[in-house]
């Protein structure tokens, strides 16, 4: 896990179980973990994201079954990014929609 003392911990939302369950089929299919699959779909919505930079993702289980998930990010990345998910307004449930996309479209070419 990063620490506060090099990256911003950016809250990006909650998943309800059964997009949580989901998710972790998708994972499973593709033999990583859920927060490696938000990740890929991360770094494949940023385009240029260069590779230097450290992400992860905490996710905390909440009492209801749903997923809170925090994004940690790089301190001098981080408004670069922060601005530019919400002028988009992509959050952790978007990123979940364009991981089971790119999950498709991966499927779809074996």
């Known amino acids: 896990m990063l620490t506060r003392e090099t990256h911003a911990r950016i809250y990006q939302g909650e998943l309800a179980e ?3 369950r989901a998710l972790h089929l998708l994972a499973k299919q593709k033999d990583v973990s859920p927060c490696e699959l938000i990740l890929e779909a991360i770094r494949k919505y940023m385009e240029n994201w260069d590779p ?7 996710e905390l289980v909440l009492n209801d079954g749903s997923v809170r998930f925090y994004l940690w990010v790089p301190y001098e990345k981080y408004g670069e990014l922060d601005r ?11 990123l979940f929609r364009k991981a089971i996309r790119l999950r498709n479209q991966i499927v779809g070419k074996k």
């Open 52 to 58: 230097k930079y450290s992400l992860d993702i905490e």
């Open 84 to 94: 530019l998910m919400k002028s988009k307004g992509t959050y952790i449930q978007e």
């Open 18 to 20: 059964s997009k949580y």
